[in-house]
Every structure is written in C-alpha cells, then in structure tokens.
C-alpha cells in the first residue's frame, strides 16, 4: 500500500510500504475512505530530527473493514467505521469513567500511520464505531471530525463545564478552536470571545456562534478581553498548546473561573502559584480528549445536519499531495486539509 | 490594648499598641474571645526580615461586639459573632457565586491582625456571622475553625467534587488536612489515605475517618499510594503548600482524578505538561479558600456536635503566651494553638 512518512522537519513523501497485517485476534484491518492532517502533526513537521527510515503519520481515519480477527463482535468486513485518534477496549474503569485516553489495556495507545491506504486497528471492538452504510459523501467529512478535532474541542467545553449563561474566551483560531467555539455554543454559552487573527477562519468561528473576535495576542489580548468582559471570562478554552497560550489563558480568565487545555501542552512548567490560579481560585483542567466518548453524543447532530463541523476542512487532496498539504498548513494558507481516497 | 507583633523571623512579641477604630460607617469593632496561631503564620516566622515596626499578626478569631458603624445592619452591639479570615461584602458578583476571597469591594481585604483584644473589621454586615449568644464555651474552639481551617479543609473537598465511593489521599497532616479528611468523609468518601508522619495527628486523622496512613514523603509515598490504591487516588486533597507536595500530588492523582490545593503556596511554576496533567486529564483545582461560603452549611454541624473540628487545637493560650505558641507550633510539639482571652 502506499502511505505518508515523515523523515525530517520539513520533509514529508507518499511511499510505498508493506500492508497492515492482523496480528491480534482483536485487530482489524480498514481500508481508509478519508483522513486528514492534524496541527498536531506539524509539531514533528517543525522539530523533527533527519532519519533514514521515515515515520508513518496521521491518526484521524475513517474507513471499510477490510478484515476481522477471530474475536472481534461488533464490526465486520464491509462495516463504514469511524476510529477514535486513540485505541481503547472502552470497557476499562478509564474507558468507563470517560477517560478513554487512559485505557489500561495494554494493547491500547495512539494512532500513528493513519495517512495510509490501510490501517491496524488494535481492540477493534471498542475502537471502531459503525457508522451508517448509506452516510451521504458530503457528510464524510464532518464525521472525520469526530475522530479527533470535533471530540477535541467538545472536551474542552465539556471539562470547562461550559453552562447557559457563560462567558468564553476561546483561545486559537485553528480546528479545534473553532469547533471549541461549536460547542460552548452547543452547551449554551451566552458570548464566546474567539482570540485568532486569521481573518478566514476567525470568520468561520463567527459562523460557528462566536460573538466577538479579539485579533491581539498577549498583553494587548488580555487586556482586551478584561475589558470586553468586565474582569476575565468564566471558561476559557486553550487549543494551541504553546506556554504563551497558557499566560494569555491565566490573563483573560475570571476569579472562580476554570482554563480547559486541549492544545497539547509544549512545555512542561508554567505559573500556578498565587498570582495566577491559587489566590483566584482558578481551575485548570482539560487534557489528551477521550474522543470516543462523545461519539454517542454528538454523532447524531451530524448525520442530521444540526451541526457542520466539517467546515473546517478547507481543501481536500488526495494521497499523493499529502506533502504539499502539510506545506500548505505549514504555511498557514490551509486550515485543515482532508485526505480522500 | 494588647497584640501579638512579629518583629522578625523567631520573634514575636505581645506589646500595647493603640485600639482600633471605627474608620468607616460599614466597620465594627470586636472584642476577641477566641483567636488562634495558623499553620501559615509560620511562614513569616521562618522567612521574615528584620523590621523596628512589628507586623501585627492573626486572621482567625470570634468575639463580642463593641461597636458598629453607622451602616451596619446585621450584627449589633453585644453579638457573638464569627469572622472569616478574609472580609467581604458577600453581596457581589464573586461572593455570590461563592469566591468571596475575590469579593470587587475595595475595601475587602484578608485579616492580619487579629491575635489582638480587639480587632477592627471592615464589610460587617458581610464578614461577620452571628452566633447563639449562649453558645457553650465547650463549643468555642470548633466555632473558630469555621473561620479558617475547617472551612478551608471542606473548600479541598468541595473543589475536587469528593463523592461517594472516591478514594481520596490527603496531603498534610496540620490541622487543615485533618479537618479535610474530616470532610472528605462527610461528603462520602469511601477511603482516605492520609500522607502524614506525625503520630499524635494521623491519629486525629484516623478519629476523623482516615482509612489508611502513609508516613513515606516523596517517591517511596507515591509508591505505597498507588500500589493502596492500584494506581492512584481519584481526588487528591493539598494542604502543605510546599512543591514537593505538590509533585507528591501529581504522583498520587489517578488518570482522570483531581488535585485539589488549599495549601498556599511557596512557589510559582510547577509541572503542568503531558506527563504530570494533560496526557492524564488530571484537573487541578482549589484556592485561596472562600470559607464564609460554607458557614451556612457547617455551622449546625458544629452546633449539634455531629463533628468536632476543634480538636485540632492541642493547646490552649493565653495572649501573652502566644510567643511560646509560636516556637511550640514551629518545633511541631504544638499542632495548633488556641488563644482564649
């Protein structure tokens, strides 16, 4: 099959490599119907050491079931699947308590090679999510998301427990953001402040319900929302992951407030002390969605079309023009870019 | 009249000093009864630098009534009333959703001086709390603990959500972490593991519904909890305030858990990245606690002896022993001392 691998920052190819075999009596075998490229997988993009032997890329996918193992129960060959970025038994106490990403299945982890043709799917029982056969290709791509950035940025909102009446700062501009802005709306919030300064995208996040636009990073951010809100917002949702996300988010929340983080984390210390969370009784939560758990919920307003997540892809390339997809997304000229096969 | 002043690290002193006095229609004055020596007063006692002018020092204390100022509504001469260790109009946007540590009156404040005859109070309407005029004096120590640590112990509990069935480690064996084991187990907790090395106070810990005790500090006492508890707490209550019990925390927090502070605390950055919280979903939480919050709710636990929080205090003093309190307090022979006057 053929499939995209990195070997440097800056360098990815479409190669061929060998299939996917089963090796559990648990896996599957998909064939991949459509994938996409995260911003996550352009932190590698940005710092990946040169190697000789490439890395397989992607870990959002849907796709038909190529084939079975012996003791997979609830899918079968010729099933349209979606998969969650993570693979779980969702049976667990984790999986149980909504913290899919923490299975404590030992087979359990984090797709890898999902830019490919085909696809292992470790514990394919509570990893895979049958999705009706008849699915409409246009809504192909709003179900992607809930493979990831949709999922994603729910579970911001959702640990933020974003309620009627809140005010949100939402802050980053790409996928997740905007769909972090779909939910809080989705959960009631009153006004939804995003801080992006992509004009494109930030038009789309006033599509997806938010009702001020803040351009100014930093010092000149917060203070902008301080005043929009009259001392800070009550939720605010951090989908970048980089440390001056996380002060902006510190800057803009409100005493009592709580930053919800779903950007992944690109440092490992950052204030929490007096001045910044403990004298305001901030809380700080969010973390490494469990997608798989909001699939139930939100599945169905996407296949009636209450929602349009899939919005955020704007372009859609095939295999072979992955690299020029993670160019283009490097450079910011594409928000999202789905792979169809 | 008489107060204890701090004139450096070690050195306390009880002095005249003038009587305080009414400074605004909204203040009254009261007359001490009940006042005590906080696990936090040690802080400046190891760090302060030498000063010719004394600190007056105490936030925690309940008395009589002197006088009030014109505006005052609620309380009146000859009340026994409680205070909260901070001063708040408990009519704002902040105290009524329950941080009225954040109370936006500018005149709202923390207290600092009342290991003191006399103490002027800011916001009484909104600080201070009428008690039973025949209150038994049996009763006065648990009273005085809804004006800090027990209100900030149940402030640990009530922030990490403690429900029944959790299995909750506390952190700190002073008098705040016993009094949040205490309400740990009032808000259902199944077990309470309490990391602490002090006999005489695990085994309050122990009366107040500890289940298990973990003496070791840092890697050897996150081991002995995990293996306990088979991977981790789900809610891990902090009442040191020192980093490495924060770290302690983040060891012991089970995926998807909470950690809860109410320690204050003596740094600014701590890990916050994929490995300590986000790859785990771990919520950090608490603060500076809000205890005129909880009066409403823990007083008539008190008044009915449902709960004793007042033996906590392990010594009783009078104002001019408080100096000896202090270097008893600091060399840890003394858990937490009681100022009657």
Not at 273 to 283: D, E, K, Q
């Amino acid at each position: 099959m053929r499939a995209a691998l990195m070997y440097a920052a800056g360098d990815v190819r479409v190669e061929a490599v060998a299939d996917p075999t089963l090796e559990r009596p648990t896996d599957a075998i998909v064939r991949v119907v459509r994938a996409c490229v995260c911003g996550s997988d352009l932190h590698p993009y940005h710092s990946m050491p040169a190697s000789p032997v490439g890395r397989q890329m992607g870990h959002e996918f849907l796709g038909v079931i190529e084939q079975t193992g012996s003791r997979v129960a609830t899918v079968e060959t010729g099933d349209l699947v979606l998969a969650s970025f993570s693979s779980q038994d969702n049976s667990c106490e984790f999986c149980c308590a909504g913290v899919q990403t923490s299975c404590s299945h030992p087979e359990s982890g984090l797709f890898s090679a999902a830019q490919a043709e085909l696809v292992r799917v470790p514990l394919a029982d509570g990893t895979l999510y049958p999705l009706p056969a008849d699915a409409d290709a246009a809504l192909l791509a709003s179900l992607l998301t809930l493979a990831d950035v949709y999922g994603t940025g729910y579970h911001a909102a959702k640990m933020a427990n974003v309620s009627a009446g809140d005010t949100v700062a939402v802050i980053g501009d790409g996928a997740v953001g905007l769909l972090a802005v779909l939910s809080a709306r989705q959960l009631g919030a009153e006004r939804i402040i995003l801080m992006g300064r992509h004009r494109a995208r930030t038009d789309l996040g006033l599509k997806y319900g938010a009702t001020d636009v803040v351009p100014e990073r930093g010092e000149k951010g917060v203070a902008a929302v301080r005043e929009l809100t009259r001392g800070g917002a009550h939720k605010v949702l951090e989908a970048v992951g980089h440390r001056p996300a996380y002060d902006q988010a510190v800057g803009v929340v409100r005493a009592g407030g709580v930053i919800s983080r779903v950007g992944v984390p690109q440092y490992d210390e950052a204030s929490v002390g007096f001045a910044s969370l403990f004298g305001r009784n901030i809380t700080l939560t969010g973390g490494l969605a469990p997608v798989r758990a909001y699939v139930d919920e939100l599945l169905p307003l996407v296949l009636d079309g209450s929602v349009d997540p899939g919005q955020v892809f704007d372009s859609t390339v095939a295999l072979d023009e992955v690299p020029a997809a993670y160019r283009a997304m490097n450079d910011r000229s594409v928000l999202k870019a789905l792979i169809a096969f």
